[in-house]
Structure formats: structure tokens, C-alpha cells
């Protein structure tokens, strides 16, 4: 998962960096308002850590300009502040949550977790499709029961799938929420990271197939039923140019 985390002391910054990439978060650092509001643009971030007090834009202004856009990222404040008012006033503009300075690190990763499952719909940090279940806390997959192993990155791309089952995800977006927009390889490697993904679970689901490929699109995780079963499915998606010949 990808963050985005607008702090402009650097030595609290790095903190929290430290703590999420221990922990297997990817952080996107900024200084200023102006340029978080910038990278909201052009990536999509799983969520965004906000300091209040910033040296251009304040806190409060800024989830103000993020939801007006309709961008609904969970937004977790950092923040020195402390008034009930100030923390009401995060609440109603749209932030999800709210924690305080000095803080603790294993307190800020749990409810960063907290308002990214929320906000997908996910009021546990165990995702279960059948007999699959994505471990968001421990960062592992288990099929009934059986951890399976996987790498770094065919987790990320499953839990992205998981956090997002039932939508169509389209190649790049798994390439941002894999590498951040840093030294991306051509898109065609998610094809190669899928393919290994349902192979693997395949093998401990007799064949069955819970990634589907959307025709032009990209990929999208469901239920399995009787339709779905098939490992080799493709889902072709509606094209506008298409005619229908009447006999």
C-alpha cells in the first residue's frame, strides 16, 4: 500500500517513514500543501497522513480542496493540535481520523489500516473470498487455513485485489501501487505476477480461479461460482463501437 504523508519537519517525516516501510508501506514525502494537492493529481495513495500546520497551506484548507474534488482517500491528521475544536472541525470537513503529536508508531499504523479498510468497506483486517483470506495486518495469504508463500509483490498486487474486490483494476494501477511511481517496468509485468498468483492458488483450491481478467480493462477479484470457476475465463468487456447484426 501506497501513503502519502505531508509533514514539513523532517525529522517527523522520517519517523513515520521509518515505521511504515517497517512495516511494508510505501511513503511519498511532501513538505507543502501545494505540493501534496499536486501529487493527489497524478497517484493514487491508499491514504494521506496531514499535518495541520504547514508553511503555505494549512491543514484544514487542504482537506477542504481534496474532497471538493470528490477525491476520497482516507486522510488521517497528525497533528500537534489539540483542541476539541480543532479535531471537530478535521472531522467535518472530511478527515477519517484524528491522532495527536507526540505519537506512537504501532498507534498510527493501526489506524492508518484502520480508515484504508473502512473506507474500502472492510471492517476487519482479514478479507475473506471463500476459502481465500487476505491477512492486511500480516501482510500473508492463507487458503483454508494454509498460509501460501508469496513474494512482496504478488502480495501487494492480491491485496490490492482484495481491498478493492468487485472493481476492475487496470495494469498501471498495480504498477503505481507496487513500485510508486519509481522505475516502473513495462505494464505487461502484471501479467507475468497474476499469472504466477492464481497458478499458486490454484494449487490449493483445485483449480480454482478467484482473479478474472477483464477484456481491454484489467483484472478484478470475485466470489467464485459456477461461472467463475474457470481458471482460463475472460470477461470481455462492452465496447461502444460494437454493432449488433440483426438476421
Do not use: Q
Not at 495541520?52 to 500537534?80: C, H, Q, W, Y
Not at 507496487?178 to 492458488?201: A, T
Not at 467464485?224 to 440483426?246: M, Q
Amino acid at each position: 500500500m501506497r501513503l502519502l504523508v505531508v509533514e514539513d519537519e523532517i525529522s517527523i517525516a522520517h519517523r513515520i517513514e521509518s515505521a511504515c516501510s517497517a512495516d511494508g508501506l510505501l511513503c511519498h514525502l511532501v513538505a507543502t500543501g501545494t505540493e501534496a494537492l499536486e501529487m493527489l493529481k497524478f497517484y493514487d495513495y491508499e491514504a494521506v497522513v496531514l499535518d495541520l500546520v504547514l508553511p503555505d497551506i494549512n491543514g484544514f484548507e487542504i482537506i477542504s480542496r481534496i474532497r471538493a474534488i470528490k477525491n476520497m482517500t482516507p486522510i488521517m491528521i497528525l497533528s500537534g493540535l489539540s483542541s476539541i475544536d480543532d479535531k471537530v472541525k478535521c472531522l467535518t470537513l472530511g478527515a477519517d481520523d484524528y491522532l495527536t503529536k507526540p505519537f506512537s508508531k504501532v498507534e498510527l499504523l493501526a489506524r492508518i489500516y484502520a480508515i484504508i479498510r473502512r473506507t474500502a468497506g472492510h471492517s476487519s483486517s482479514v478479507i475473506v473470498i471463500g476459502p481465500l483470506e487476505v491477512d492486511l495486518k500480516r501482510r500473508c495469504v492463507r487458503v483454508n487455513g494454509k498460509e501460501i508463500a508469496l513474494t512482496g509483490k504478488e502480495y501487494s498486487i492480491l491485496e490490492l485485489l482484495a481491498l478493492k474486490k468487485g472493481s476492475v483494476l487496470a495494469k498501471e494501477t498495480f504498477l503505481n501501487h507496487i513500485y510508486g511511481g519509481m522505475d516502473e517496468p513495462e505494464v505487461k509485468i502484471i501479467d507475468v505476477f497474476i499469472c504466477k498468483l492464481r497458478k499458486k492458488i490454484a494449487e490449493l483450491t483445485g483449480g480454482l480461479n478467484f482473479i478474472e481478467t477483464i477484456w481491454g480493462r484489467g483484472y478484478t477479484l470475485r466470489e467464485i461460482d459456477d461461472e467463475t470457476a474457470n481458471p482460463h475465463r475472460e470477461v470481455e468487456s462492452f465496447r461502444p463501437t460494437d454493432s449488433l447484426k440483426v438476421g
